[in-house]
């Protein structure tokens, strides 16, 4: 069975650094695509970055520049350096992996099977 559970949210004020951790068991890291998604209130879940197995990162157009998605196969972790943060990236932060997207698009929520339960950023003005 696998297991994501995303650590590292928090609330900080425009301009700050967060890091999230996503750390899985059952799942190996090397064999397949992660993501990051986010969901605000009231709005669908979307992609942020997500990471394939031969490390090739993707990223939405609203994060390229401050996010930075990597991963530590040995400790079966994924991370995401979110830096120069803004009020709009405030939402619930999810980690997601999968072994085969199916054809989707890395940052696509339909491709990915397992999901963690989330983590709160909170950026303020």
């Known amino acids: 069975q696998v297991q994501l559970v995303e650590s590292g949210g928090g609330s900080v004020q425009s301009g700050g650094s967060l890091r999230l951790s996503c750390s899985g068991v059952?799942?190996?890291?090397?064999?397949?695509?992660m993501g990051w998604f986010r969901q605000a209130p009231g709005k669908e879940r979307e992609g942020v970055a997500a990471?394939?197995?031969?490390?090739?990162?993707r990223y939405a157009e609203s994060v390229k520049g401050r996010f930075i998605i990597s991963q530590e196969n040995a400790k079966n972790t994924l991370y995401l350096q979110m830096d120069s943060l803004k009020p709009e990236d405030t939402a619930m932060y999810y980690c997601?992996?999968?072994?085969?997207?199916?054809?989707?698009?890395?940052?696509?929520?339909?491709?990915?099977?397992?999901w963690g339960r989330g983590t709160q950023v909170t950026v303020s003005s």
């Open positions: 997601a992996a999968t072994y085969n997207r199916a054809g989707l698009g890395p940052l696509s929520v339909f491709g990915y099977n397992y």
């Open positions: 990471i394939d197995h031969d490390g090739t990162p």
């Open positions: 059952g799942y190996t890291y090397s064999s397949g695509c």
